[in-house]
């Protein structure tokens, strides 16, 4: 649902919703089984959402080890899932197609389901009709809340790391609650010189991606100020992030080849251990700057259209940067707009940003020059 068209998502709030109304009505209230056979838990897209959902899925993999544990899934967030580090069997299913995803887990032939989206009907319908016990969130002015036997307050007013972490304590979790993940070694780290090694991950997914974004000239004057320090900045990313890359080298002329393009060579469960070992990491807020958060990189997120405090990595060595616009932090599930979205992370200029980063001592080669 996280990556649904803006036609699927008022099909939710509309038709979706009355349906959960008409399926609420008969109050169902039953506690989770002490021993079930099938645990289905459903996290449909996104893989930032995905890597903070990690703890909550080990947390309940951890409350039944006779279980068989089932992640249903999508495309986008598979090499995520397979990232959790707990005992499970990861579903493909198709949720935009909500009668071949019923289908799907019904035939697992589960005895609990745990929802763990926040906010949309569809999840939370499937959830009601796929199995004897369903828990989930119950996000304030909501009904979804209603179908779950268990209903998890969500609020958007935390860090959605405290959210998990109350979904967490409903199956037993009682230490700080933190991402669950596996990394691999990084293939292409022997070839990198990390102490100068600044990531930065230019693009953001969803369908808040433009708003999300941070100015290309200000990356630019950003990357220019790197080199001139002796680092070098690296971008991640996708293959298709090459595109941005692309912009942004034609705006540092003959300064571009000092940088690196990895864009689409480093796989997901890589990246992690490269982010980890690089000297810095800059990201806008999507799934690199909660990966960067789970392995304890030295990160530094740009928020505009969302709050560090509600979406920021959050690890020792992690910095939230906030746009200082009057409407920033107007997103807190990913769905809403506003009609001055794409100034907010205008506000956030270079001029509040490089300090932060450039605070990073320069590397030993560059010291005396």
């Known amino acids: ?20 109304q008409i ?16 645990v289905g838990i459903i996290q449909p897209t996104a893989i930032g959402d995905t890597l903070i959902a990690s703890g909550a899925v080990a947390a309940i993999a951890a409350r039944y080890p006779q279980a068989q544990i089932f992640v249903f899934h999508g495309c986008n967030n598979a090499p995520a899932v397979r990232m959790i580090d707990a005992p499970l069997e990861p579903v493909l299913c198709d949720f935009s197609r909500p009668h071949r995803a019923l289908g799907i887990l019904r035939a697992a032939r589960l005895d609990l389901v745990v929802d763990l989206t926040p906010w949309p009907h569809l999840t939370a319908i499937l959830a009601r009709l796929s199995a004897p016990c369903a828990v989930g969130f119950a996000p304030a002015n909501s009904m979804r809340g209603k179908l779950f036997d268990v209903a998890v307050s969500h609020r958007g007013d935390r860090h959605e790391l405290d959210n998990l972490a109350s979904m967490a304590r409903v199956f037993g979790a009682i230490e700080d609650y933190r991402m669950q993940i596996r990394v691999k070694d ?7 010189q990390l102490d100068r090694l600044v990531v930065c991950q230019l693009s953001a997914g969803g369908s808040r991606a433009a708003e999300k974004a941070w100015p290309m000239e200000y990356w630019a004057a950003l990357c220019s100020r790197l080199i001139a320090a002796g680092f070098i900045p690296a971008f991640t990313g996708v293959a298709s992030d090459q595109k941005a890359v692309d912009v942004l080298l034609s705006q540092l002329g003959p300064s571009a080849a000092a940088t690196i393009s990895l864009c689409g060579k480093v796989p997901l469960a890589e990246l992690g251990d490269l982010l980890r070992r690089a000297r810095a990491v800059v990201s806008v807020d999507t799934s690199v700057l909660h990966l960067a958060g789970a392995v304890d990189a030295r990160v530094i997120g740009l928020h505009g259209p969302t709050r560090s405090a509600r979406w920021g990595a959050r690890c020792a060595r992690a910095k939230g940067l906030d746009s ?10 990913g769905t809403e707009t506003h009609p001055r979205a794409m100034e907010i992370m ?14 990073t001592e320069r590397p030993a080669a560059y010291a005396q020059q």
């Open 1 to 20: 649902m996280a990556r649904s068209s803006e036609w699927m998502r008022q099909v939710d709030r509309s038709l979706l919703a009355a349906v959960a």
């Open 23 to 38: 399926l609420s009505l008969s109050n169902r209230k039953r506690r989770p089984p002490l021993a079930p056979h099938g």
């Open 186 to 192: 990084c293939d292409a780290a022997s070839e990198l």
């Open 324 to 333: 200082p616009h009057p409407d920033a932090g107007y997103i807190t599930y």
């Open 346 to 359: 205008r506000a956030l200029t270079p001029d509040l940003v490089v300090p932060a980063i450039c605070e």
